[in-house]
């Protein structure tokens, strides 16, 4: 029979580990995941003291450069500090950095998040007024989002002949990613992409190494 009278010795005591980035968690050897929506800083994304501008037309959410880089600086800021993973189900564990991370990456970590307070699009996070698109993008979410970026600011100085600054419609952007299904709509001639096609004075195509955009059926619409 057991010593019922001999005492439970308590288990040894522990010192806390510092739980900043790259830190495991005392009980399972690893760092608990966090939330996008607990990381997130909307205040970096969008100028002071601003609030969401509603942009009824789809259409009319183009974004700038200018923007563009802002979001690229958030990345950098942001991406290996609180050690972003990827959100393909099937690549949990995989660890993103700046440079390589896709717009898939960028949906689940900034765009999504930042938007969750008031239900809206990521241009209408970030501007002031109507953003009427000069150009339509054509890509691929899986491409790097700073290589995207990269070729439409090459895009925008080998076409800098226009005195006004570039508006580039990009449906990540643009859309409602909360309404996805209500901006897409059944019919593609009824759609967002295809209103800001027809408002747009052109595509502009930007393809990733393997030129994947040319696979995708939404993108073979696009450039039809």
């Known amino acids: 029979a057991p010593d ?17 980035c790259g830190a495991s968690s005392p009980a399972s050897g690893h760092k608990p995941p966090s939330r996008p929506e607990q990381l997130i800083k909307v205040a970096e994304l969008r100028p002071a003291g601003k609030r969401a501008f509603p942009i009824k037309a789809t259409e009319d959410r ?15 800021g942001h991406c290996v500090a609180e050690a972003w993973t990827s959100s393909n189900p099937r690549t949990p564990d995989l660890a993103l950095d700046p440079d390589s991370i896709n717009l898939y990456d960028v949906v689940h970590w900034v765009i999504k998040p930042a938007t969750k307070a008031d239900t809206c699009s990521y241009v209408e996070l970030i501007a002031t007024g109507d953003q009427v698109p000069n150009w339509f993008v054509s890509h691929w979410w899986g491409e790097s989002v700073k290589c995207f970026v990269s070729c439409l600011c090459r895009h925008e100085k ?52 393997a030129a994947t955009t040319f696979t995708r059926v939404w993108c073979s619409y696009e450039i039809f």
């Not at 019922?4 to 900043?20: D, I, Q, S, V």
């Open 158 to 209: 080998d076409r800098g002949w226009l005195t006004e600054r570039y508006f580039y419609w990009v449906c990540a952007y643009a859309n409602n990613q909360w309404k996805a299904g209500d901006e897409v709509g059944d019919d593609p001639a009824k759609s967002s992409f295809r209103r800001a096609i027809d408002k747009a004075v052109g595509t502009v195509t930007v393809l990733d190494d």
């Open 4 to 20: 019922r009278a001999r005492p439970r010795e308590a288990p040894p005591l522990r010192r806390p580990r510092a739980m900043g």
């Open 62 to 76: 183009a974004i700038s450069i200018e923007q563009l880089e802002e979001l690229v600086r958030y990345l950098d």
